[in-house]
RNA sequence: GGAAGGGUGCCAGAGCGGACGAAUGGAGCGGUCUUGAAAACCGUCGAGGGUUUGCGCCCUCCGUGGGUUCGAAUCCCACCCCUUCCGCCA
């Protein structure tokens, strides 16, 4: 959520910001409730006043056992009047508030304007994708020919986009969720969470899914309960309402969680594999920090996001976003792309995000500088440390052998019981 | 799911229609005393909003949302959450 004083001081700033992304906002209405909303509070506390200081002198007649009864007549209109004019003030402030967070955040100045996602740009890249000396199988045949990934009977299961994991596959998918929780909990200095994966609707608003991008989620029959999308939401409202101390910032969690997606409107696109599923496994990175520190630990967190990669020694670049590609919630970020042999591109692995304070105002989720100084609303940072799913899908397609088997990297093998490849096995 | 009890400031805890934004402890902060510290004593100590150049003034907030009343932390209704017991259960 933006800043409604902001936007009231700087409107045209606002709209030019909005503008770059894309996005036409409804600033005049914004501003016109907002105009609404102060003149009705005048009239209204005026009025709260004066009873009030009747009411004192209705008091203190009873009390001296006088007659009080012309001013509580008196009183009867007054009180109406009120009640009036808070129905009017609740009704201003719900549509202020709805419009408010439909609005989207501001792009940071550092962020290039765009139309579109090739305007996004490459910052840096490692490694160079390896050149096969056959043809490689993409990882859905791969999984199959290896029985560690079964697409036909989740089908039969639950449906499509879902898949099982199976031997070895299961096996490796557990070893990279650990291998990543261990790297960011004993190097990088973030404390595990294991977060609820279902949320209540504040929660969701917090963060920015609601009220915009409800149909992106699998809401609980009759609940106002939501699956996660992303650990990004349980994690980022640990503090939701809350005031930290400016000794407590910065803070980093690292948290696993199951990701369910419902994917609305992406029919057709990535059907196979394990690229865009209903459910997914994610290492997330959330930071909270404080202002003046945000763009310096969304340039660390990245690295910390990176070194997955690198460790596991899969091929990847790191993209800038232009304007055009940004989230709603978001001022920047950039997106780590791992090779995928079979889609013989770069494909998104980890999305790495400042959010500046749009989702720390949502969550109100503040700090102190100092004793006694005013709350600030602390910045939040969030990336994938990383997508598990598609982590494994890359990996065994880049780790592929000419037999069909599959090369544990190094780093994984003491998670895998010191095994050092995955052949094929008699299929179950 | 059933029954009972409860949600008040950073914490504990009183208040149950009129001087209550809230007693009293404790913690924290500032000070006196002390070589220093402790103790003791004094003071201070919530958030949001409106208005104002500023000092300030005003409004709102006692789980949430409604209602009754001239006036609500206090009464009524609904919902949420917590605790205990029972049932069910990994």
Known sequence: MLDLRMIRQNPDKV???????????????????????????????????????????????????????????????????????????????TKLQDLLLRIPNLPHESVHVGTSEDDNLEIRRWEEPRQFAFEPKPHWDLGVDLDIIDFER???????RFYFLKGLGARLERALINFMLDLHITEHGYTEVFPPFIVNAASATGTGQLPKFAEDMFKLEGMDYYLVPTAEVPVTNLYQDEILNMEDLPIYHAAYSACFRSEAGSHGRDTRGLVRVHQFNKVELVKFVAPETSYD??????????????????????????????????????????????????????????????????ANIRFRREKGARPEFVHTLNGSGIAVGRCLAALIENYQQEDGSVVIPEVLRPYMGGLDRIAPAKKL
């Open 297 to 362: 630990e969304l340039e660390k967190l990245t690295g910390n996001a990176e070194e997955v990669l690198k460790r596991l020694g899969l091929p990847y670049r790191v993209v800038l976003m232009s304007t055009a590609d940004l989230g709603f919630s978001q001022s920047k970020k950039y997106d780590l792309e791992v090779w995928m042999p079979s889609y013989a591109r770069y494909v998104e692995i980890s999305s790495c995000s400042n959010f500046e304070d749009f989702q720390a105002r949502r």
């Open 15 to 93: 709209r030019e910001g909005l503008a770059k992304k894309g996005e036409a906002a409804p600033i005049d209405e914004v501003l016109a409730l907002d105009e609404q909303r102060r003149s009705l509070l005048t009239e209204v506390e005026q009025l709260k006043a004066k009873r009030n200081e009747v009411s004192e002198e209705v008091a203190r007649l009873k009390r001296e056992k006088q007659d009080a009864q012309h001013l509580i007549e008196e009183m009867r209109v007054v009180s109406q009047r009120i009640k009036e004019l808070d129905d009017r003030v609740r009704e201003v402030e």
């Open 154 to 160: 989740a089908a039969k299961v639950t449906g499509a």
